[in-house]
């Protein structure tokens, strides 16, 4: 797995899956969780869809050896 979202992405995916989240918990509703999706791909750095798709927002390049 390789990373595939870029830093300032990363750090927007975390606070809006927070942000998702806490009203989830405020509104007392189920439909919270789906904050959990931008937290973790933005915690671990990797978004299944843009592997798919082959996007990738991060600015750092691995060397092939």
């Excluded at 995916?13 to 791909?41: D, E, H, M, Q, S």
């Amino acid at each position: 797995m390789n990373v595939n979202v870029g830093k300032y992405e990363r750090i927007i995916r975390i606070v809006a899956g927070l942000v998702i989240i806490a009203w989830g918990v405020y509104a007392k509703n189920w439909w919270g969780a789906v904050g959990a999706v931008p937290l973790l791909t933005g915690l671990i750095g990797w978004c299944p869809p843009y592997a798919m798709f082959g996007i990738n927002t991060c600015s750092v390049k691995k060397n092939k050896s």
